[in-house]
């Protein structure tokens, strides 16, 4: 079993930044993989960014260039830090891990971004 644990949400204007972290309850050296997923009123979840274990990531084209995923193997946490926020990204994130052929899901943390 592998608990995960969002922070850092909030409310944001436009334009500005937040930082969300996920920590999770096992070493992260156990996981080939960790993403944060995002889901808006109304519309299905869907990927943000993913990080491997070596440190290589992908990011949805809708947040390229303003996020960046990371991973800190020693605090078994990853960081999604948020530049240039727009009301679209408005959603619950959500940390995701497969381990053991079993998908793991944090409880979501808000972030909200208005004037």
């Known amino acids: 079993q592998v608990q995960l644990v969002e922070s850092g949400g909030g409310l944001v204007q436009p334009g500005g930044s937040l930082r969300l972290s996920c920590a999770a309850s096992?070493?992260?050296?156990?996981?080939?993989?960790m993403g944060w997923y995002r889901q808006a009123p109304g519309k299905q979840r869907e990927l943000v960014a993913v990080?491997?274990?070596?440190?290589?990531?992908i990011y949805a084209d809708s947040v390229q260039g303003r996020f960046t995923i990371s991973r800190d193997n020693f605090k078994n946490e990853v960081h999604l830090q948020m530049n240039s926020l727009e009301p679209e990204d408005t959603a619950v994130y959500y940390c995701?891990?497969?381990?053991?052929?079993?998908?793991?899901w944090g409880q979501g943390t808000q972030v909200t971004v208005s004037s």
């Open positions: 995701h891990v497969d381990y053991k052929s079993t998908t793991f």
């Open positions: 990080i491997a274990r070596v440190g290589s990531s």
């Open positions: 096992t070493s992260i050296f156990n996981f080939n993989y």
